[in-house]
Nanobody, 130 residues
Framework: QVQLVESGGGSVQAGGSLSLSCAGS????????MGWFRQAPGKEREFVAA????????YYADSVKGRFTISRDNAKNTVTLEMNSLKPEDPAVYFC???????????????????????WGQGTQGTVSS
């Protein structure tokens, strides 16, 4: 059974930083494309960032570009989302996801689609106070 476990959620003031981590039980973690999504109350889940298995290419939603950084440590089976300059619109439950298919289409935009991912974590709450 594949498991993804997010951690690092919490509450920070606007303008502050928060680091989220996702640990995977995937035996071949390095071969999975990984993504972060978020869901705010009353809203649909939305794409935040993704990192490809090959060459570590990264992709970001426009709303977080320049503020958030996704990275991965294949030796530790973890993917991290560093969130800086947090805004009042950033609070949400943040989900980690893994894509095992590694289709070429991932690089041309599929990275932002929920349906591209095969495994999901339970989510971790990130809160921003004004």
């Amino acid at each position: 059974q594949v498991q993804l476990v997010e951690s690092g959620g919490g509450s920070v003031q606007a303008g502050g930083s928060l680091s989220l981590s996702c640990a995977g039980s995937l035996r071949t973690f390095s071969t999975y494309n990984m993504g972060w999504f978020r869901q705010a109350p009353g809203k649909e889940r939305e794409f935040v960032a993704a990192i490809a298995w090959s060459l570590g290419r990264t992709y970001y939603a426009d709303s977080v570009k320049g503020r958030f950084t996704i990275s991965r440590d294949n030796a530790k089976n973890t993917v991290t989302l560093e969130m800086n300059s947090l805004k009042p619109e950033d609070p949400a439950v943040y989900f980690c996801a893994a894509d095992q298919d590694r289709r070429v289409a991932f690089y041309s935009g599929r990275y932002s689609k929920e349906s591209e991912y095969d495994f999901w974590g339970q989510g971790t709450q990130g809160t921003v106070s004004s």
